[in-house]
């Protein structure tokens, strides 16, 4: 039995005053080092609208970072003193592990132009305290990777009630029954209400989350939307659900990103079970002050290695370009933020729990607002 | 419609074949089985993989069945489980596969086993019709 806890033990990296630098011009990057840590880092910030990426450089004109450029039209060197040149390069990310480069960077690099050295996690890391807008693209960009996975579901959701709109309204061109006539259309109506709430769902969850937005928000009734997205995601056949919901279950946070954490460990739990099927439990608790959120699967559980690592950013056991690496990253920032802790529980092929603990936004026993 | 068709109505029943319908949507067994009906099929109905086995291992059926229009994504036995199933056990009774989601690999690989086609939803009566049929003349042959 392998059991972590992380505590919020730091404040949120971002967002906080004194770094805050409104930039009207996107901030000009370059990338040394093509390896699997400048790869990760070219394929998170390109889809950042803040930063620009001036080039990639490594020594190796194979290397997977400089081809994932190339598919990416960013432009690629060999040439170390080229790249750092360029005129507007306000930030060097140098993820080479060549202890040499930073010295070199320092004494060549353009006055005007940062350095920051280092694996890819700590860049990052050291990136979100640079660029205050970062956080909130890092959370949206992993949000729409993960959409890509629904398209499975969502044309299985859509296709079967447009073959029965289809297939009704074909049949109501020949139909004389008046009365068959009438159900049939009421059935159309429904399929095309069913069908539209679909749309209406994922919408709402694909939108950038609302910037002002410490409210009160009920857990339950966000588990229960978050098992709604989830089930885009992934497939739910063979998997039985348990609630156990604690009416008044309460916190304060963000609604769009609580939603966000719950689709992304409801997801997660129905991946470990995806081959044999299980049980997901869904848990809300109120203890002395504290609102609990458990989920757990009996899947097939993380390994005990694993653990310390997988709220590290770019940390993935999926294969290359099935995750960014970045989910359970996400989900551990904003837990900081809501002044939350997450716990995780986990045996090989037994299953994990993860929990969830919260300040109650509430004195025990009232209600909330819907 | 079946005016095509009239030369195998016997004593004024349509008896253009019986067709398994596997979905795990009532709704899609519903019209599906709506649409065939009034070309003359005998529909019945099993909602996953595992009911479909069930069904073609029961009674008559192994005999009188001609085809089975399958979908894929299914709780219990999914579709792909279900059409190897049918593909090495029943090789005579024609499959079509009919799916909410277009996948061109898998569709290379059902119609590489012999799937007689692989439908995307929403699907005309038309086409849908024109599939069953051929997988009925397809097992006539067989029978033969």
């Known amino acids: ?300 559980g993380i390994a005990p290695d694993n653990i310390p690592e997988i709220f590290e950013p770019f940390f993935t056991t999926k294969a290359p370009g099935k995750g960014t690496g970045l989910g359970l990253y996400n989900v551990k920032t904003i837990i900081n933020k809501m002044h939350g802790t997450i716990a995780v529980d986990s045996q090989i092929d037994k299953g994990t729990t993860v929990t969830l603990t919260f300040p109650n936004a509430e004195p025990v026993g009232q209600g909330w607002p819907s | 419609m079946n005016e095509f068709k009239s030369g195998f109505f016997v004593g004024g029943e349509a008896c253009e074949g019986r067709v398994l319908v596997v979905d795990d949507e009532p709704d899609i067994r519903k019209v599906v089985k709506m649409t065939l009906e009034k070309s003359g099929y005998e529909v019945i109905e099993a909602e996953n993989g595992e009911k479909a086995i069930d069904v073609i291992n029961s009674g008559e059926n192994r005999l009188l069945l001609d085809v089975v229009i399958c979908d894929i994504r299914m709780p219990k036995i999914n579709g792909a489980e279900a059409v190897a199933y049918f593909r090495s056990n029943y090789p005579r009774v024609p499959l079509v596969v009919l799916t909410g989601f277009p996948d061109p690999d898998m569709a290379t690989s059902f119609l590489r086993q012999g799937v007689v086609d692989y439908l995307v939803k929403p699907v005309q009566g038309e086409t849908l019709r024109s599939a069953v049929a051929r997988a009925v003349e397809q097992r006539e042959l067989a029978r033969l």
């Open chain 1, 1 to 300: 039995m392998v059991k972590v806890v992380l505590l919020c033990n730091r404040a949120t990296v971002s967002l906080q005053g004194d770094r805050l630098m409104e930039r009207s011009d996107p901030t000009k990057v370059a990338i040394l080092g093509g390896g699997r840590g400048g790869r990760a880092l070219l394929d998170l910030l390109h889809q950042i609208p803040s930063i620009e990426i001036v080039g990639i450089a490594d020594s190796d004109p194979a290397a997977p970072g400089l081809q994932r450029a190339r598919e990416l039209k960013v432009p690629v060197t060999t040439n170390v003193p080229d790249l750092i040149s360029d005129h507007g390069v306000g930030l060097l990310l140098d993820v080479t592990g060549d202890p040499e480069m930073e010295a070199y960077l320092h004494a060549h690099k353009l006055p005007t132009a940062e350095i920051l050295s280092g694996s890819a996690s700590r860049l990052l890391w050291k990136l979100i305290q640079h660029e205050s807008k970062l956080e909130a693209e890092l959370l949206h960009s992993e949000k729409l990777a993960g959409i890509g996975s629904f398209a499975a579901g969502i044309a299985h959701d859509i296709n079967n009630p447009l073959q029965l709109i289809l297939g009704l309204a074909e049949n109501l061109t020949v139909e004389r029954d008046l009365a068959a006539v009438h159900e049939q259309a009421r059935d159309i109506i429904e399929a095309v209400k069913q069908t539209s709430a679909i749309c209406r769902d994922l919408t709402r969850y694909s939108r950038r989350a609302s910037p002002h937005g410490n409210v009160m928000v009920s857990v339950n009734g966000k588990l229960d939307e978050a098992l709604k997205i989830a089930r885009y995601a992934s497939s739910f056949h063979d998997i039985e659900m348990i609630k156990h919901y604690q009416s008044g279950a309460a916190v304060t946070g963000n609604p769009d990103e609580l939603l966000h954490v719950l689709v992304n460990l409801i997801t997660n739990a129905v991946h470990a079970m995806e081959r044999r099927g299980g049980t997901l439990t869904l848990e809300t608790t109120l203890l002395d002050g504290q609102v609990g959120v458990r989920i757990s699967d009996t899947g097939c």
